[in-house]
């Protein structure tokens, strides 16, 4: 019998495809060993090209900040600087609460992330950190977890590629857009859903560990150009990304994707279901009362 390479001989044992050896031509039984066909899959990765086309819109400027301050380096539009970690407290309600809403207008709603609409399983719930902040420039550190509300984000384990969506609510901006994006870099999108640059009015949503859809992050860099009038103080005005509700903004990357809420600049117990989950199809838990939980 001819002599067989390595890996052929690896690949015909796995397929139990063994020339039979002299012993059981003889009539002799011999051990065998079957190896099972083992695919190793390709490492996932972010697309880097897209069809999907974004425009800029009127964006106005609100801080006061002179110099103004790099969006990337900006606690408020850059969630990753302030980080955040999961809340341990074995009394935590790890479902949707009520807490009633006060907003008569629809807020920003988390279902509507996705296609079809829905609430997913929850991964975490966590806290997200607050920020001692510096004078402009120098973007300030990172403080301690936000003490209340107990829940400040939440994550969701989902597989990666699923498409994502501006989520919708009962504001409009104007010229058929509902958000602005304060800040977009590769895994992060921070939609504002005023005109103004900031999160000190209106609401913002932080939505981390993505895959940013290629031309909106080239669009948003562009539009974010550090010597352009974004960085100007007065700046007598610039664009940024303006999308209507349901505009997809990318997709669910490897391990599991965090949102966290902003109200005029406070972060927002996720859970809330009468505010961010007024739309809940296919949810199934009682939503109880924030009073008695």
Same mark, same amino acid.
């Given at each position: ?6 890996? $052929? ?9 063994? $020339? ?13 060993? #079957? ?9 996932? $990765? ?7 086309? #974004?425009?800029? /819109? ?21 969630? $990753? ?16 609460? @009520?807490? /009633? ?38 973007? /300030?550190?990172? /403080? ?27 504001? @409009? ?36 560990n993505i895959c940013t859809d290629p031309a909106l992050l080239a669009l948003y860099e562009s539009l974010d150009d550090e010597n352009g009038p974004r960085y100007d103080y007065p700046s007598s005005g610039y664009n940024l990304p303006a999308l209507p509700a349901g505009k997809m903004i990318g997709t669910t990357g490897m391990g599991d994707m965090v949102v966290a809420i902003t109200d005029t600049g406070a972060f927002q117990d996720t859970r809330s279901c009468n505010d961010w989950w007024q739309i809940r199809p ?12």
């Amino acid at each position: 019998m001819k002599k067989l390479s390595i890996i $052929a001989m690896l690949f015909m044992v796995s397929l139990g495809i063994v $020339a039979h050896s002299r012993a059981e031509q003889e009539g002799e039984m011999m051990p065998r060993a #079957y190896l099972p066909v083992v695919l190793v899959p390709e490492a996932f $990765a972010c697309a880097d090209t897209s069809t999907n086309s #974004y425009v800029g /819109g009127t964006a106005n400027q609100h801080d006061a900040d002179d110099p103004v301050r790099f969006a990337y380096a900006h606690a408020d539009k850059n969630i $990753a600087l302030r980080g955040y970690a999961p809340n341990t407290d074995t009394s935590l309600v790890r479902d949707l609460i @009520d807490y /009633g809403s006060g907003d008569p207008t629809q807020p920003p709603q988390f279902a509507t992330l996705f296609s079809p609409y829905r609430v997913p399983t929850f991964a975490d719930f966590h806290r997200v950190n607050g920020w001692n902040w510096a004078s402009s420039p120098n973007p /300030g550190t990172r /403080g301690d977890a936000i003490p209340f509300p107990a829940v400040t984000a939440v994550s969701f384990p989902l597989p990666p590629d699923e498409p994502l969506h501006v989520p919708t609510s009962g504001y @409009d901006i104007g010229s058929g857009a509902e958000v602005i994006v304060i800040f977009a870099d590769e895994n992060t999108v921070t939609l504002h859903y005023t005109r103004e640059d900031t999160s000190a009015v209106g609401y913002t949503i932080h939505i981390d560990n993505i895959c940013t859809d290629p031309a909106l992050l080239a669009l948003y860099e562009s539009l974010d150009d550090e010597n352009g009038p974004r960085y100007d103080y007065p700046s007598s005005g610039y664009n940024l990304p303006a999308l209507p509700a349901g505009k997809m903004i990318g997709t669910t990357g490897m391990g599991d994707m965090v949102v966290a809420i902003t109200d005029t600049g406070a972060f927002q117990d996720t859970r809330s279901c009468n505010d961010w989950w007024q739309i809940r199809p296919g949810y199934t838990g009682s939503c109880p009362s924030a009073l008695l939980k």
